[in-house]
């Protein structure tokens, strides 16, 4: 499985962005994707989750109810649609796949938020 992202960039607080991430290889096989993004000096954390039917979905505390994350199968795409974004949100955002019991990361793509 291979993973890209793209849509990053810099933006005012209380913008918007949206990420994509697009799959391929063995696309078929994959279970749960996620988004993931680690600021300067910080531990990688988890911003979302969504199973393959994207029928469930988890967030993070702290982007609940500003985040959306959506995937369409057909596309093999993932998106995390990002509203109100704050300074605290800027960091490297990674694309993750879960398929076959291994994790699959993207190269990352960088948000910035300015205050």
């Known amino acids: 499985v291979q993973l890209v992202e793209s849509g990053g960039g810099l933006v005012q607080a209380g913008g918007s962005l949206r990420l994509s991430c697009a799959a391929s290889g063995s696309t078929f096989s994959i279970e749960v994707m996620g988004w993931y993004r680690q600021a300067p000096g910080k531990q990688r954390e988890l911003v979302a989750l969504i199973t393959s039917g994207g029928s469930s979905t988890n967030y993070a505390s702290s982007v609940k109810g500003r985040f959306t994350i959506s995937r369409d199968n057909t596309k093999n795409t993932m998106y995390l649609q990002m509203n109100s974004l704050k300074p605290e949100d800027t960091a490297v955002y990674y694309c993750?796949?879960?398929?076959?019991?291994?994790?699959?990361w993207g190269q990352g793509t960088q948000v910035t938020v300015s205050s």
């Open positions: 993750n796949a879960l398929s076959g019991g291994k994790f699959y």
